[in-house]
């Protein structure tokens, strides 16, 4: 399968826990994005990146959240201390030219 | 005000019929790009259809066509010969990528489409 690949697919934790996402892109890909997304809601854009330069970072992405990308090949999103609040689904996207493609995402339960 | 909007919640359409999926979108850049994008129940963001603003043409992608009218500012997505499985989550989303905005993509709240048997 040469689709977006994210780990875990679920992830339950305890409020003020830190949880890691991985992402791993479509491999010629040298975009990424990281995306929330909340029941019935479309995603929410959190943070993009370009090779391994964070390039923009959107309001919503808190000082508890943080996201790499080593290399310019996957990423990785952490969320520290988490919040009921950060319970969501976070989808990562690559693209290479417009079209942006999107992983299977994983889904955050925070207790 | 929204960038994207679409207007229908829920739809219902009769399993080999056509459906039009409204979208509507608010920009002031010249060059942007509009997408449509499918979610069925597992989650996965299945990329369907792109149209380019300076694409003189609609895209068509098998089955899926976007309706552009620029001066309307209006980009439905058209699905032909509907399918039980076309049954999903269905968004809209627009790029802009300018001076004044940088590099943003924006999807709308979504369309729940529901085939009928």
């Known amino acids: ?111 | 005000a929204q960038k994207i909007t679409q207007t229908q919640p829920g739809m219902f359409v009769q399993e080999k019929e056509a459906v039009t999926l409204d979208c509507t979108y608010d920009t002031s850049d010249q060059s942007y790009g509009l997408f449509w994008y499918k979610q069925p129940s597992s989650g996965e963001m299945i990329f369907l259809i792109y149209q380019g603003s300076y694409d003189e043409q609609n895209a068509t992608e098998g089955r899926y066509s976007l309706n552009f009218q620029k001066a309307r500012k209006s980009a439905n997505l058209v699905i032909s010969a509907s399918q039980l499985g076309d049954s999903a989550m269905y968004f809209c989303a627009m790029r802009e990528a300018s001076r004044n905005t940088g590099n943003q993509f924006y999807f709308g709240t979504g369309t729940s489409l529901t085939v009928i048997p």
């Open chain 1, 1 to 111: 399968d040469t689709g977006v690949s994210q780990n875990p697919r679920h992830k339950i934790t305890k409020r003020g826990q830190n949880v890691t996402f991985r992402c791993d892109p479509i491999s010629e890909h040298n975009r990424l994005y990281w995306y929330r997304q909340t029941l019935g809601q479309g995603p929410e854009f959190l943070t993009y990146f370009q090779n391994e330069a964070q390039l923009e970072k959107s309001r919503l992405l808190s000082d508890r959240f943080s996201a790499e990308r080593p290399k310019g090949s996957f990423s990785t999103l952490e969320i520290q201390r988490t919040e009921q609040g950060d319970s969501a689904m976070y989808l990562c996207a690559s693209s290479l030219y417009e079209a942006r493609f999107f992983g299977p995402g994983t889904r955050l339960t925070v207790l």
